[in-house]
Nanobody, 119 residues
């Protein structure tokens, strides 16, 4: 059974920084891509950033220049460094991974970690 476990959420003041981590565990062949999504109260879940196995990244316009996604393929881990945080970044952040276990390729989600940006 594949599991994604996030860590690193919490309360931070506007302008502050926070880092999130996510590790995939279980039996699988490979991970195609990993990423972070977020869902604020009353809003739909949205992409924050994602990174494919070759290292190419995609960011939401709202976080470009402030957030950095990185990946450790050997550790099956993905990280999100969040700088210059704003109150509108407050949300539950979910780790996502597209994982191959031939013949299947499946989409997995973590349980989420809450990030609150407030003074």
């Amino acid at each position: 059974q594949v599991q994604l476990v996030e860590s690193g959420g919490g309360l931070v003041q506007p302008g502050g920084s926070l880092g999130l981590s996510c590790v995939a565990s279980g039996r699988f062949f490979s991970i195609n891509e990993m990423g972070w999504y977020r869902q604020a109260p009353g809003k739909e879940r949205e992409l924050v950033a994602r990174i494919i196995s070759g290292g190419s990244t995609t960011y939401a316009d709202s976080v470009k220049g402030r957030f950095t996604i990185s990946r450790d393929n050997g550790q099956n881990a993905v990280y999100l460094q969040m700088n210059s945080l704003k109150p509108e970044d407050t949300a539950v952040y979910y780790c996502n991974a597209v994982i191959r276990s031939p013949p299947y390729t499946m989409n997995y989600w973590g349980k989420g970690t809450l990030v609150t940006v407030s003074s």
